[in-house]
């Protein structure tokens, strides 16, 4: 059974709780979140975070392991108010557009992209569609920044994805392990 382990105090110290499942309010069980434990367990897949209640606000992508402070995850408060299991799939495919509603140039990708800019030479991203797999999309380069789940489905502007632009640094497959 996967789980994950929310501290209220930095080191995985003070009140704790346990949660094996999606959660869309996680309010009632601790007031801040400094430190997570992610055990898998058996069962491959991965953790979506979210800044607030209903998958809403910032988003932290996190696999198996230690997380002793926020900054592990790259974290910009210790407001963690609800969560997601992201299952894990054995193909990922995604086309990246350069324009809203799936216009102007497309580009298809299979694997991580470190740096969307190099590798494609576009600065930005207005729409994508997921074919296979879950990704997730990083506002810069080199995994860093905001991040965003992109599930299979059509995404026809940045808005649809969570997104305040299209800045897009690089985009990483959701699995387990790398």
Not at 54 to 68: A, E
Not at 161 to 174: E, N, P, Q
Request: aromatic share 14%; charged share 25%; with cysteine.
């Amino acid at each position: 059974i996967p789980q994950i382990t929310f501290y209220e105090d930095r080191g995985f110290q003070g009140r704790c709780y346990e949660c094996s499942s999606d959660c869309p309010n996680l309010q009632p069980y601790f007031s801040r979140c400094n430190s997570i434990r992610v055990d898998s367990g058996c069962w491959i897949g991965c953790w979506m975070l979210y800044e607030r209640p209903n998958y809403q606000g910032h988003q932290y992508f996190l696999r198996r392991g230690d997380y002793p402070d926020y900054q592990q995850w790259l974290g910009f408060s210790d407001s963690i108010r609800s969560c997601c299991l992201i299952p894990q799939t054995s193909s990922h495919r995604l086309r990246l557009y350069e324009r809203e509603d799936h216009k102007g140039l497309m580009v298809e990708l299979s694997e991580d992209c470190s740096c969307i800019q190099d590798r494609f030479h576009l600065s930005e991203v207005c729409s994508v569609h997921v074919l296979e797999g879950c990704w997730v999309l990083y506002e810069m380069p080199n995994y860093l920044g905001r991040q965003y789940l992109l599930r299979p489905q059509e995404y026809r502007r940045y808005h649809d994805w969570g997104a305040m632009d299209a800045k897009a640094g690089s985009l990483r497959r959701v699995v387990d392990l790398y």
